[in-house]
């Protein structure tokens, strides 16, 4: 094959080949290049400012989307340029994002395998090390959240992820609107979201922070009435019901772990039948979950007081939902629930936020489903040390598929 076709084959604009090299065994494919004559153009990588002369030139080695069944690495000719602003520079070159050896479009081709599969997959697909794949999936996402316009917010969602135990607690910031997750921040202090909101948004972008979706935990109540002046808090249902589950959860230890013997194995392993929700159980799980009521009336009573919780926020009326509370707050007199006496002291302690419910309308299921793809992203990617892939991981997870609903809409 001749260079004139080899060039429009690899179809980089203004550069064309000059040479190559075919190795049939090993299946590769190297092609160099130069620009064509009428690109004579240069721009500074520092500045952007366009430049006629250069100062000298030198060679490199970039791998390349493979041609056919070939592998294919490309030798550019690169030129440094003599910036009046910025001295002596490399040239800016659109295919060459990074001083990582690879060309852009090649980690565009990373960067996509790595939304729909674990690094270490993508990794052994390209005959990469794992850590370059996570290296060229960040540097990707940078580039992606640096080209789009941030959203405004006026709703957002505050949550805590618990990360592991050495990390132990992340903030998580997002936005209701956009259903993004918007910052990350370390440990669940006051200090955390501070630091969000110091650091992050300005006096204006603060005060038109209208509704706060978080949970019922003092440290960022106090942050977000220091900053947020014009912010309603909401706990919401996602939060309260986290709570709900931790009561019947303490209450299924109490009842059989503690009595240990044949009554510990019998409730093992069924933590997460108790934290179901019933309508949402197959027929055999229910019949398990029967089981478990026929041992014990107490954790079945504690089922039940958590399956009716859930029914508060079918209410839209401040007055009903107020009602409702107190109903439920009533039968758990004589039941000696302590976990669920806790938690109705926790609720009657937050009303205001509870009920803020009727006042605002913020979009439901929003903070669970932000915090639902981060687990899972956790899950799948095994320890994120750098936080700032984490983010940008869920953001583009959360984009992604909004426009991926966009255009099922359109269609
Ligand atoms: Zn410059």
């Known amino acids: 094959m001749r260079d004139r076709e080899l060039t429009r084959l690899l179809g980089w604009p203004g550069y064309r080949v000059y040479r190559h090299e075919i190795d049939e065994r090993a299946k590769t494919l190297k092609l160099w ?14 500045c952007g400012r366009k430049l006629e002369d250069a100062h000298d030139f030198s060679e490199r080695e970039v791998r390349d989307l493979p041609c056919m069944e070939f592998r294919t690495t490309v030798v550019v000719e690169l030129y440094r340029v003599c910036c009046p602003d910025c001295g002596i520079r490399i040239e800016k070159v659109p295919q060459l994002p990074s001083k990582a050896p690879f060309s852009k479009r090649f980690e565009d081709a990373v960067g ?7 690094a270490r997959q993508v990794a052994l697909r390209f005959g990469l090390a794992s850590s370059t794949v996570r290296a060229i999936d960040l540097r990707y996402l940078e580039r992606w959240v640096a080209a789009r316009r941030t959203p ?54 603060r005060k038109r922070i209208a509704a706060a979706c978080v949970d019922m935990w003092e440290p960022y109540r106090l942050s977000i009435e220091q900053w947020a002046p014009n912010c309603r808090i909401i706990y919401d249902k996602f939060h309260v019901m986290q709570h709900a589950n931790q009561a019947i959860d303490e209450v299924r230890r109490a ?12 409730v ?17 799980k229910r019949q ?7 041992l014990n009336r107490r954790v079945f009573k504690a089922y039940l007081l958590k399956e009716s919780l859930d029914r508060l926020w079918t209410y839209h009326y401040e007055g009903a939902m107020l009602n409702y509370l107190q109903r439920w707050i009533d039968q758990l007199r004589w039941q000696r629930l302590a976990p669920f006496q806790k938690l109705a002291l926790l609720l009657l302690d937050h009303l205001d936020g509870i009920l803020n ?3 605002t309308k913020v979009p439901l299921g929003v903070v669970e489903a932000i915090n639902g793809n981060i687990k899972s992203l956790l899950r799948r990617g095994r320890g994120y040390k750098n936080l700032r892939y984490l983010l940008l991981k869920a953001q583009r997870m959360a984009a992604t598929r909004t426009e991926f609903m966009v255009f099922r809409k359109a269609a």
């Open 33 to 46: 290049i130069r620009r064509k004559r009428g690109n004579r153009q240069l721009v500074c990588s520092g």
């Open 152 to 205: 405004g917010l006026t709703q957002m969602g505050v949550d805590e992820i618990h990360l592991g135990k050495k990390q132990k607690f992340i903030t998580v910031v997002s936005n209701l609107d956009t259903g993004e997750p918007v910052w990350f921040g370390r440990e669940r202090k006051k200090e955390s979201l501070d630091e969000f909101f110091r650091t992050e948004l300005s006096a204006g972008q």
């Open 268 to 284: 093992k392993g069924k933590r997460w039948l108790l934290l179901s929700r019933w309508t949402n159980l197959s027929a055999g």
């Open 288 to 294: 398990e979950l029967n089981r478990i009521f026929a």
């Open 357 to 359: 419910y009727c006042r």
């Open 112 to 118: 996509q395998a790595c939304e729909s599969a674990a």
């Open 255 to 266: 009842e059989f772990f503690r009595k240990g013997g044949p009554m510990r194995g019998l």
